[in-house]
């Protein structure tokens, strides 16, 4: 099968959608003549023209709200947001309109918007642009959460949302953009709320997310070499979370980590942890641990950073330090 990049999948995901549905359009600053900050959108202006693809004025709060607005009238829009920091300016379009509109008027008008963006440190981007609050989208009923960890799960992810009646966050991470895998040529869909197994295992259950699963990956091979199997579990979406297939997992090893570059405080690994102390806690052998980004702001300092950031070696001490319970 032909291998694509990560971007490349999001963008022949949203140029099919294009082609398919006349009602899809795309907003964002840059996306257009530029691309997108990550030439996510790249040729898709010159292909579909500028009332497509519009490049919008720096105001996150003004095109998001415009969003909302198409999608009630019968669009689709996908806006893009070049950080997640960024959505903090348009949060009341996010959680006073797009979230709740639907269940406020009864069901009588619905959002059919995807809202994309990107969260990850590891580029030096400081503070205000290496950001990883996904989690806070999980919080706030209406919203569908999804994260992609590979080029194939990007394009039928994208795809599926852009078909959803509801609105969608979709979260991608900016360390995956170059990353190559396999992907179709024709157009497919991923379900929400379909978890996916990486890698099969009996020590340890892994329940990681964006580029957590490839270092978790990693960190399974080089425990491998020294006998230690660890199983893999890959979301999808947050919301809805496929506890099923988490659960199965963890009843099968006894142990979870979550590893996701979220803060620990109140971060998707204080949520599955919850769960599994509400429903699961008598087939686990060990305390549930979490592999995260700490409670601070990014360093801008790359010595720093490299500290900051959730990798490998993190996930193998959280994988050792368990497996010393019986």
Known sequence: MRQLSYADAINEALKQAMQEDERVVLLGEDIGTFGGIFQVT????????????????????????????????GMRPVAELMFVDFSTACMDAIFNQMAKIHYMFGGQGSV???????????????????????????????????????PYDAKGLMLESIRSNNPVIFVEHKKLYIEKGDVPEEPYYIPFGQAEV???????????????????????????????????????????????????????????????????????GAEIAALAAEEIIYDLKAPVARVTSPDTPVPFSPVLEHEYVPEARHVITAVKKLMQFA
């Open 42 to 73: 790249k040729g898709l202006q010159n292909e579909f023209g500028a009332e497509r693809v519009v490049d919008t004025p720096i105001s996150e709060a003004g095109f998001v709200g415009a969003c909302v607005g198409a999608a009630l009238t």
């Open 112 to 150: 059919p918007m995807v809202l994309r963006m990107n969260v990850g440190a590891g580029r030096c981007a400081a503070a205000q642009h290496s950001q990883s609050f996904h989690s806070i989208f999980m919080h706030m009923p209406g919203l569908i959460v999804v994260t992609p960890s590979t």
């Open 198 to 268: 990486k890698r099969e295992g009996s020590d340890v259950t892994i329940v990681a997310t964006h580029a957590m699963v490839s270092r978790s990956l990693k960190a399974a091979e080089e425990l491998a070499q020294e006998g230690i199997d660890v199983e893999i579990v890959d979301p999808r979406t947050l919301t809805p979370l496929d506890k099923e297939t988490i659960f199965a997992s963890v009843k099968k090893t006894g142990r979870l980590i979550i590893a996701d570059e979220d803060y620990k405080t109140c971060g998707i």
